[in-house]
């Protein structure tokens, strides 16, 4: 099989009212383009040899590969009219699986991660932070996510040395019908579906994480300063709240948003075990990685747990420490298009 990685960019991610709302940072079309080169660049390096691609209206990923020479192929996959939503994701993870792809780098936020989840659940990812309250994707230098990538994408590194399955919430409603989470289910009441707006902690009802940080922004701190579980942890986090003042209930600073810190209003926490269940019971608004996407009537329930079943999450430190004792760089021609030709001399 080829050395492929694909690269998943999402054109919406970073660019959202939240950046009204709060105080979040803006990623232009340009930084995304940026990491998109230098992560090229860090995946050619590690042995890949062909990247699949899509296009986007912003023409990101198009800027971002179109005058690199690496000596890799790029391919752009066909898949169908843009919709500017959701499932422009999907269809284009789906494409990269069947056009071979074995390593994706994914920019985004932990909606988009919940979208490559859904789409292909055995995925062997690298999470690029792109959005606004990301727990899943990680902050790190998109040359070294890159490299990673090529690294697993080139089977210099086997998947299972380089990565870790990531846990995820599971769904359930009453018509046996399915959803996930990558981070945080969480049920509002009052609330708007479709809402893109910062949540409303008075509103929150339960919140299922599959990871609750104390170190990061939105719903997972509310239960990381509760009861912290992080990726490695074989637990997630049930958290109920209820209204400002109800008798029994403790409120908690915690950060909602960048730079926004709000009070929810809690009546109670625990650790979940994974396949354990926890039911929730409408009405309410259901909202998966910050998406507000289903409502549930009075009376209608919702079945939600934790299993490590998410798509593998390739470890950048794991895998270069692994390419290292492996010898992967040593004595390997590459050509990064600048500073030196294809021979290896210097520029003047």
Same mark, same amino acid.
Not at 329 to 336: G, I, N, S, T
């Given at each position: 099989?080829?050395?492929?990685?694909?690269?998943?960019?999402?054109?919406?991610?970073?660019?959202?009212?939240?950046?009204?709302?709060?105080?979040?940072?803006?990623?232009?079309?340009?930084?995304?383009?940026?990491?998109?080169?230098?992560?090229?660049?860090?995946?050619?390096?590690?042995?890949?040899?062909?990247?699949?691609?899509?296009?986007?209206?912003?023409?990101?990923?198009?800027?971002?590969?179109?005058?690199?020479?690496?000596?890799?192929?790029?391919?752009?996959?066909?898949?169908?009219?843009?919709?500017?939503?959701?499932?422009?994701? =999907?269809?284009?993870?789906? $494409?990269?699986? *069947? #056009?071979? /792809?074995? %390593?994706?780098?994914? +920019? @985004?936020?932990?909606?988009?991660?919940?979208?490559?989840?859904?789409?292909?659940?055995?995925?062997?990812?690298?999470?690029?932070?792109?959005?606004?309250?990301?727990?899943?994707?990680?902050?790190?230098?998109?040359?070294?996510?890159?490299?990673?990538?090529?690294?697993?994408?080139?089977?210099?590194?086997?998947?299972?040395?380089?990565?870790?399955?990531?846990?995820?919430?599971?769904?359930?409603?009453?018509? =046996?019908?399915?959803?996930? $989470?990558?981070? *945080? #289910?969480? /049920?509002? %009441?009052?609330?708007? +579906? @479709?809402?893109?707006?910062?949540?409303?902690?008075?509103?929150?009802?339960?919140?299922?994480?599959?990871?609750?940080?104390?170190?990061?922004?939105?719903?997972?701190?509310?239960?990381?300063?509760?009861?912290?579980?992080?990726?490695?942890?074989?637990?997630?986090?049930?958290?109920?709240?209820?209204?400002?003042?109800?008798?029994?209930?403790?409120?908690?600073?915690?950060?909602?948003?960048?730079?926004?810190?709000?009070?929810?209003?809690? $009546?109670?926490?625990?650790?979940? /075990?994974?396949?354990?269940?926890?039911?929730?019971?409408?009405?309410?608004?259901?909202?998966?990685?910050?998406?507000?996407?289903?409502?549930?009537?009075?009376?209608?329930?919702?079945?939600?747990?934790?299993?490590?079943?998410?798509?593998?999450?390739?470890?950048?430190?794991?895998?270069?420490?692994?390419?290292?004792?492996?010898?992967?760089?040593?004595?390997?021609?590459?050509?990064?298009?600048?500073?030196?030709?294809?021979?290896?001399?210097?520029?003047?």
């Amino acid at each position: 099989m080829s050395a492929t990685v694909g690269i998943i960019a999402n054109p919406a991610s970073g660019l959202d009212v939240r950046r009204l709302a709060a105080r979040a940072r803006r990623e232009s079309p340009q930084d995304k383009q940026n990491q998109i080169a230098r992560a090229v660049v860090g995946a050619a390096a590690a042995g890949a040899t062909r990247f699949v691609l899509v296009r986007d209206i912003f023409r990101i990923s198009q800027s971002a590969v179109e005058n690199i020479k690496v000596g890799a192929d790029f391919d752009f996959l066909d898949i169908g009219k843009l919709d500017t939503k959701p499932t422009d994701t =999907e269809r284009a993870v789906r $494409a990269m699986r *069947d #056009a071979g /792809a074995r %390593a994706l780098l994914v +920019l @985004g936020g932990d909606g988009t991660n919940r979208v490559v989840a859904r789409a292909w659940p055995d995925a062997a990812i690298v999470p690029m932070s792109t959005g606004t309250n990301n727990v899943f994707p990680v902050m790190q230098e998109a040359t070294i996510s890159g490299a990673s990538a090529g690294a697993v994408a080139s089977g210099a590194v086997p998947v299972e040395q380089a990565a870790r399955r990531a846990k995820i919430v599971h769904v359930e409603y009453a018509d =046996e019908s399915r959803d996930l $989470a990558v981070i *945080d #289910a969480v /049920a509002l %009441a009052d609330d708007a +579906l @479709g809402s893109f707006m910062p949540f409303e902690p008075e509103k929150l009802r339960c919140l299922v994480l599959a990871r609750a940080e104390p170190a990061a922004v939105g719903m997972s701190p509310i239960g990381g300063l509760l009861e912290p579980s992080g990726f490695d942890d074989d637990f997630g986090v049930e958290v109920r709240c209820t209204t400002p003042g109800a008798p029994g209930s403790t409120p908690l600073l915690a950060a909602v948003s960048p730079g926004l810190y709000r009070r929810a209003h809690i $009546a109670g926490s625990s650790r979940l /075990a994974f396949g354990k269940r926890t039911t929730i019971e409408g009405p309410c608004i259901l909202a998966f990685d910050g998406d507000r996407s289903r409502a549930l009537e009075a009376g209608e329930r919702a079945q939600l747990w934790i299993e490590r079943s998410g798509p593998w999450v390739i470890d950048a430190g794991r895998t270069m420490r692994a390419a290292g004792e492996g010898q992967l760089f040593a004595e390997r021609p590459f050509y990064d298009g600048f500073d030196q030709d294809p021979g290896g001399s210097t520029c003047c």
